[in-house]
């Protein structure tokens, strides 16, 4: 950790990048957890990136944190994902949780560098994460317990903690949810299902039974719906569209590189593929400044929480996610036309196959009709930009 301070923020993406890179075609071959990048990102005190320097983190702001994770993103797509997801839970209880408890666990966070995963979605409701049919149940004045039937806790079984979404109690109504820390040796998971994917194979995103007993102070200050509207849909989208614009931007420059090359060749001429990288450009322009527009948006509105809940926001930050997971699918995909049977191959040196596959990822993972649908109904009821 004190090698890492004296380090710039780039020279310790820079670490972790390069342990991403070398490993993340074994990471997708062999479907398993990018451990070594995510240790790269711990060496280098990533994981407790935006906990203030007071508790022991770097304070680096949410700017920083969508830098890290498109740079990451660019190596190992999986490896970006994870530290998307993981700064999103980390920002929720940054900004949710107030008791000493919390700023223990937070101090924690930074000096032990631990990995948080989610536990938001639930078997049978559909998933929607601002509904739950499990509770928290008092089992005394300072405990409770937690069980959920979860389809996916990504990269759960190599998390350090995670934070489940329940109904507040037993009598609560569906969407009357808090957000619980769970620290994972107060955990039980019993895997229900294996993770062999198309791509983001890296993301081991298993389903699990979970079951949990902890201490009422885990639970965090604010309400889920607080919590949802402020942080953790926000935060994640425009963290999750960073990852993707990585994503767009690595095979932007597979692109280039090959339609360089044919140049070289033919001196003088124009290789027929130069037009559909100037197309490709255009693209690729277009996701820059929709995702680094979103970044400073919410960057600029950390402060204002009417902000950050209002229906334009939520609109906003809606048609970001489908937006750029629709952008990362079409930039790869034509990269993989312009750079041909290389890009098309598994084991070339400017193979596409992984990057496309898992582009394919976020408009299925996240499902972007879902996301379109709660949109639809937001429209009906808003009133527009003021």
């Known amino acids: 950790m004190d090698s890492a ?20 075609s074994d990471v997708d071959e062999q479907s398993r957890f990018p451990s070594e990048a995510i240790l790269a990102a711990k060496a280098a005190g990533l994981l407790g990136a935006p906990v203030p320097l ?41 900004r949710h949780g107030r008791n000493t ?8 966070c930074a000096d032990e560098q631990f990995l948080l995963a989610s536990a938001t979605t639930e078997r049978n409701v559909g998933g929607d994460t601002r509904t739950s049919s499990c509770a928290v149940e008092r089992l005394d004045a300072n405990a409770i317990k937690l069980s959920k039937s979860c ?8 998390a350090d903690a995670i934070l489940v979404t329940a109904r507040r109690n037993p009598a609560a109504v569906p969407n009357d949810q808090v957000m619980v ?58 963290l999750w569209a960073s990852a993707w614009l990585g994503m767009a931007t690595q095979a932007g420059k597979t692109a280039r590189s090959v339609v360089q090359k044919a140049a070289k060749r033919t001196p ?56 750029a997971a629709e952008f990362v699918r079409t930039i790869v995909g034509d990269a993989m036309l312009i750079v041909g049977m ?36 937001l429209q009906l009821i808003s009133r527009g930009a003021r």
């Open 151 to 158: 389809p996916v806790i990504s990269y759960g079984r190599f």
């Open 54 to 94: 007071a508790v022991g983190g770097m304070a680096l702001d949410f700017t920083d944190l969508c830098r890290i994770v498109g740079r990451v993103a660019e190596a190992c797509s999986a490896s970006g994902m994870i530290l998307a997801m993981h700064y999103s839970q980390l920002l929720c209880l940054l």
């Open 268 to 323: 003088g001429s124009i290789p027929p593929s130069a037009l559909r990288l100037a197309e490709l450009e255009v693209q690729l322009q277009s996701m820059t400044a929709l995702v680094r527009s979103a970044v400073q948006q919410y960057q600029r509105n950390w402060a204002d929480p009417e902000n950050l809940s209002s229906l334009q926001s939520a609109i906003s930050m809606n048609t970001l996610k489908v937006a």
């Open 5 to 24: 301070r004296t380090a710039t923020l780039d020279e310790l993406i820079d670490r972790v990048t390069e342990a991403a890179v070398a490993h993340a």
């Open 181 to 238: 820390y769970l620290p994972i040796g107060q955990v039980r998971l019993t895997k229900t299902n294996d993770w062999d994917a198309l791509g983001m194979r890296g993301t081991c995103s298993e389903g699990f039974e979970l079951e949990a007993e902890s201490s009422t102070e885990y639970v965090l200050s604010d309400g889920y719906e607080t919590i949802s509207s402020e942080t953790a849909v926000p935060a994640a989208h425009v």
């Open 342 to 377: 290389p890009g098309f191959a598994n084991k070339s040196p400017m193979s596409l196959a992984r990057l496309y596959r898992d582009s394919i990822a976020p408009s299925i993972m996240i499902n972007n009709d879902r996301i379109l649908q709660q949109t639809s109904t």
């Open 101 to 108: 408890t919390h700023l223990e666990l937070l101090s924690r």
